[in-house]
């Protein structure tokens, strides 16, 4: 798997201050999108033990809350191949660390096992890992920039772990609009 770029001290990909991994690699081609340049699956920089290690160390202090992955695509299925021991190694060393995915595959996507596009021997483990999944491709017809951690109105936050307990989709509460934002409006 190869890299763009890694934020240290991000805080706009998720709640509170954040480590935030791009990986390269997508097939979505969404018009719009923030980060074309990681489309490319061979863009940037080769993602090593090392660079795990410093995503590791970049956690444990108390103000960083977590780890946002996002591209690119980190659920194409040559990129789960690495971010499975990632996030293992993540719950295990780090169990304080919020995780988040930005995907432009859907929930419904990524959980249909005959969806060999994007549903692989990875697939969920990973989703059985996560806070916070951000679902949907974006559409540039219905951005939106009253919306929180999201870019379109397709899109959505969901709360992981209650989704898998109810066997159906739960909406995190990030999934509102920021109304902090607009006072005065």
């Known amino acids: 798997m190869k890299f763009g770029q890694v934020y ?4 706009a990909n998720g709640v509170g201050c954040r480590t ?5 690699g997508c097939t979505h081609h969404c018009k719009g999108c923030f980060n074309e340049v990681t489309w490319d699956f061979n863009y940037g920089e080769d993602y090593t033990k090392e660079v795990e290690d410093e995503i590791i160390e970049s956690l444990k202090p108390g103000y960083i809350d977590g780890l946002t992955i996002l591209g690119g695509e980190p659920m194409e299925i040559v990129n789960q191949k690495e971010i ?10 780090v169990p304080k660390a919020t995780i988040w995915i930005y995907s432009g595959y859907t929930w419904e996507e990524l959980t249909d096992k005959n969806n060999k596009r994007c549903h692989g021997e990875d697939t969920e483990a990973i989703l059985g890992m996560l806070d916070v999944l951000v679902d949907g491709e974006f559409i540039e017809e219905q951005k939106n920039l009253m919306l929180r951690f999201r870019g379109s109105s397709n899109q959505r936050v969901i709360d992981v772990p209650a989704t898998l307990e109810a066997g159906k989709i739960v909406l995190s509460k990030y999934n509102d609009r920021d109304e902090s934002r607009y006072v005065g409006e």
């Open 8 to 11: 240290y001290n991000d805080v």
């Open 84 to 93: 499975r021991p990632l996030l293992k190694r993540i719950k295990k060393e």
């Open 20 to 24: 935030a991994l791009f990986v390269s």
